[in-house]
Structure formats: structure tokens, C-alpha cells
């Protein structure tokens, strides 16, 4: 009898770890690529996509840079509809591995959605991030206060936000920023500042 308990507790383990484990991968791969979090687009306010709204985005950022360059303190009013037709110009530029993004903006944070091409899944995976920027500094930082992925839990989603983060960082590396922007967010609309 003290033989068979031991044996039953290895068989359980080993069932545990031959079928448990990787049934639990599944679970989690399907939810991951079958739900979604939601878009960051709220009802009602529709987000327009176009190479003219990317063009205006550069055009006023080229010139808050020329104001400040010239010693003038300098502010740009950018809506939901500039920024994310910039991000996209610039994520089709870069080959990134993102799909049908949105930036929305909000009082006090920013929000993205959109698709993200995980490695090693069948399937592009829904993202929504909420969270800041910091335009200090010689490259702009995002810091991200939640996020969520597919339909997959709240706890498992901390290994997409290493994904993501680690995507934004590389990227970011790219952007120099030529002065020390102020950033506040409102309803569909983000104020950009700088001081020469």
C-alpha cells in the first residue's frame, strides 16, 4: 500500500505535465487569437485614415521645431486622426510587425489598438494599450499603465506587454527628439509644447 500512493501521485504528475500542460498552451494560444480586447476608438468619434492627415502631422511638427529652433516657445494642437495616420505611414516605413492601429486620445492618457504579428502564433493577436508618453530626452518614452491582448487573462498579458514594450523601445531608438516636449491629452486631441 505505501507503494501504490507514491506511483499514483508520479502517474497524476506526469498526466499533469503530459496533457495538462500542454492542453493549457492551447487554451491559451486560441484565446489569445480569437478574442479581443476592443479598439481604443470610442463611439461616436470616427478616426479618419489618409496620407494628407500624415503629411499634416509632419508639417506642424516641422514647424513647432522651426518656432523653437528660432528661440520661440511653440505649441501644436495633433488630433486622433493625424497621429494614427502617422503611425501607420511610419509602421509601413519600418516593416513592423503591426496591423490596423489606432491612436486615441483621452483626458490625462493615450490609447492604442490594433494587431500585433506574435512570433510563434498562428495568428495576429488584439492589443489594446492605455498609458503616457514622456517627450524628455533625446528619445521619446511610452509608459505603459495597462494593457490587454487577445482574450487572454489579465495575468498572462505581462509576457505581451515584454513583447510590445520591447517593439515601442526598438523603435523609439529611431525618433530623436531635437527638444524637451510638454505633452497633455485631452478628448480626441493631444497639445504638444516645447520651449527653445
Known sequence: M???RPLRLLALFLLLVVIGVPLAA????????????????????AIAISPELATSFQTKWDQLDATLDAGQVSTIVLDDSEVTSRARLWIDEH????SDVYICFEEQRGS???KIDVPFFPGDVDVLIHGTLDLTGDHPTIEIDDIEAGGLPGPVTDL???FVTGIVDDESKDLALDHDYGI?????QATISGQP
Open 2 to 4: 505505501i507503494f501504490i
Open 26 to 45: 492551447v487554451v491559451l494560444l486560441i484565446l489569445a487569437v480569437t478574442g479581443s480586447p476592443g479598439s481604443c476608438v470610442p463611439d461616436g468619434r
Open 95 to 98: 516593416d513592423l510587425p503591426a
Open 112 to 114: 492604442a489598438s490594433g
Open 160 to 162: 505581451m506587454e515584454g
Open 184 to 188: 497633455a491629452f485631452g478628448d480626441g
